[in-house]
């Protein structure tokens, strides 16, 4: 009866004009696959009552859709490698990178090619095998929107079909060692990574107001001395003009630090890192502590 029912919604068209229309409906069982409908619908138009009758045969026959055949035999179009530049991907890397398939096939037009056909570690990192290959380049953007990075894309030919030829698509996406808001040392200053760029991260001077950027290339040679994960946000208990006291997080001692160049004087919180064997308060963060 189900299938039924969706069928007649499916197929079934009513007059324009047709007001209250009512539709029942009674199945007669002829075979395993066949079966018989017949349909009541009643209504009214321009305030006459119209009733029709109709007689259908709904057969089914065993099919199986192209993603389905697709998933049962492993197929796929596109490998994912998420990967690190000199370094490996940590677990907690790892998980967010992986995260942000879910939420991208969550919030999106479902598609029923977007599956993931196999995933697993190796050696540095993670890869996935995806049956879409408009599913990898969407993500791998998404991954360079959020966390940087760079994208290496290349084609493989496995058959043909019909005289063309087959491909399948890598891309390797490797994740800069720094994410937003890491403080990193580079050309012997310490810098706050700002935001991305196609070329690079754009970068915020630690000490002063000022801004810059460098290339991916450049990047390597930087290092990171405290990452967001090692960053506080802690409660300004006095203040002057040209420091505050908090409590250290660590020890729950009490501390004193510079402010931020950009201190509007009124901020009851401050975000500090432990860099260079010392806390000091980081610029930028007044809207997010």
């Known amino acids: 009866d189900t299938l039924a029912d969706l069928r007649i919604r499916e197929n079934l068209v009513a007059e324009e004009r047709a007001k209250q229309v009512d539709v029942g409906f009674a199945v007669e069982s002829i075979d ?3 079966n018989r409908l017949h349909v009541d619908v009643k209504g009214t138009i321009e305030g006459y009552e ?3 009758q109709h007689s259908i045969l709904l057969q089914t026959s065993n099919a199986v859709c192209p993603a ?11 490998t994912v490698q998420l990967r690190s530049a000199g370094r490996r991907l940590d677990d907690i890397e790892l998980k967010e990178l992986r995260a942000t398939l879910d939420d991208m096939l969550e919030n999106m037009e479902s598609d029923p090619m977007f599956f993931v056909t196999n995933e697993g570690p190796v050696t540095g990192g993670w890869d996935l095998q995806l049956g879409s290959k408009a599913m990898a380049k969407n993500w791998c953007r998404r991954l360079v929107r959020r966390f940087g990075g760079t994208i290496k894309e290349t084609s493989t030919v496995v058959g ?12 390797s996406y490797r994740k800069p060692a720094y ?23 754009s970068l915020r001077r630690l000490d002063r107001f000022e801004r810059t950027g460098a290339s991916w290339r450049d990047m390597e040679k930087s290092t990171v001395m405290c990452s967001t994960r090692e960053q506080h946000d802690v409660e ?5 003009s040209s420091a505050v006291e908090v409590m250290d997080p660590t020890d729950y001692s009490m501390i004193t630090v510079g402010l931020p160049y950009d201190d509007d004087g009124t901020a009851s919180r401050l975000r500090i890192g432990f860099i260079d064997g010392a806390w000091l308060a980081l610029p930028g963060a007044a809207d997010e502590v």
């Not at 389905?68 to 492993?74: N, P, T």
């Not at 994410?179 to 991260?201: E, S």
């Not at 300004?236 to 002057?240: A, C, S």
Request: glycine share 8%; aromatic share 12%.
């Open 68 to 78: 389905c055949a697709r998933k049962a035999g492993s197929y796929f179009e596109a």
């Open 160 to 171: 043909s079909n019909d005289g063309i030829d087959v491909t399948r698509l890598t891309l």
């Open 50 to 52: 119209f009733e029709d």
């Open 179 to 201: 994410g937003l808001r890491d403080v990193v040392r580079f050309r012997r200053q310490f810098w706050i990574i700002d935001g991305w760029q196609k070329d690079g991260p």
């Open 32 to 34: 395993d696959r066949t």
């Open 236 to 240: 300004v208990l006095n203040r002057d």
